[in-house]
């Protein structure tokens, strides 16, 4: 195994690079002096912005001994991650697109399907490796690797021998065992954790919108009530651009103004697919707040309710059952520190993702909201709503309807992958 070590790092003022048609510019960069296997070499890594896959994007580039050799492209989630995704290439220079061809020495990489993490025209369906920025070691190791392919098919007086190298049996299909899956499943929901300790609750990609949730009550309810019908990202952020359209967000003033609410919704661009039902949802949530909590949304659960009663406040709210009850007790306690009781009377939502999740893992038989609940409070009685974010996660990234990409799925190796049981599944 290659060794590679950072011996000093200083950092770089904006710079330009000349590529061959066009003049790039970096706003920041590094310089490292590493060395490899006890040689020394030196690591630039520059950081840019391009327009690439439909929008500016954060793009890096990474040199070693002054020559480029890789590049790196903004992902989706690059708000919450800082992460870029940089391809993985085959020796012949052609895009990696199965783990079997993945190069040796990538191994303590985070190797993704390029267009699940940019979903975007022009995306391949080809793997790369997943870096954070300023993760210097990794990128690094990732230009080492990539000048190590270079060399292999030009090495002069290397003879390259190469054998038929016979397909690989399919993995083996894993027998069903819930407590496995669940186990992996509250791993999942770990990593998600730690890595989005340091920026706090990410709903939206917008800081300014994720504040107003943590701070405003009424917004995070509001955000629950929308979050129904369209990527979540835009439902969270309905109650930003509600206040910036309306000028303001209190429960009084929105319960006595509709018609100022429902234009604000339904203005172009629309707030919101179901340009009617939502504002009459916001309208009547503002004046349930007003008249039985006196105007503060925080009264619903500032009194350290148990799970069960704090689910039976929320249900009480228009536009919000099971699914979304569940779910905002659980945001409540795990991100927003809301002290909740007896967490065990919390419940998975009842959410496409999650269903189709529970039945190709076989924890759950059929399609089902009692049944998924029961599944969950047995694995995991002591917080049956743990589960919920992974296997939402899960069913997002990697587990969906069509095309699941269980290669790459945390849940691989535990998974018997019931893939038909759950594209079945349907709903918002
Ligand atoms: S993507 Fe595959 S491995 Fe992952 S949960 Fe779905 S069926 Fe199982």
Known sequence: MTKLEITSTKRLAPFTFQWPAAVEEFEQGWECDVTIDGAPHVVKHGLGQRVVYGRPRVHTVTWLDAKVQVEGVEADDYPTSQALLSRVRRPDGKLVGWFDEVQRGYEGF???????????????????????????????????????????????????????????????????????????????????????????????????????????????????????????????????????????????????????????????????????LIPKWIVEAARIVEEEYGGDAGSIWRDGPTAKELRRRLERFPGIAQKKAAMAVEILERDLHVTVSDLDGGDVAFDVHLRRVFLRTGLAQHDDVREMVAVARKFHPERPGALDLPAWDIGRRWCRPRDPDCQLCPLTVVCPRLIERGSTVQGI
């Open 110 to 276: 985070l190797i993704v399907r390029h267009r699940s993490e940019i979903d975007a025209p022009h995306s391949p369906n080809c793997l790369a490796v997943k870096v954070r920025e300023d993760d210097l070691a990794s990128w690094a190791g990732h230009a080492w690797l990539r000048s190590c392919l270079k060399k292999v098919p030009s090495s002069p007086g290397v003879a390259v021998h190469r054998r038929p190298v016979p397909p690989r049996p399919p993995a083996p299909t894993p027998s069903l065992d819930g407590h496995a899956v669940v186990r992996a499943l509250l791993a999942h929901g770990d990593a998600l954790a730690t890595q989005l300790a340091p920026s706090g609750a990410q709903f939206t990609p917008d800081p300014s919108a994720n504040q107003l949730l943590v701070k405003n009550p009424f917004a995070f309810l509001l955000a629950v009530i929308s979050d129904m019908g369209i990527k979540a990202e835009r439902a969270w952020a309905l109650p930003f651009e509600l206040r910036r359209r309306l000028g303001y967000l209190d429960p009084a003033r929105v319960a006595a103004n509709s018609e100022e609410v429902y234009r604000a919704v339904q203005s172009t661009p629309t707030l919101h697919r179901f340009i009617n």
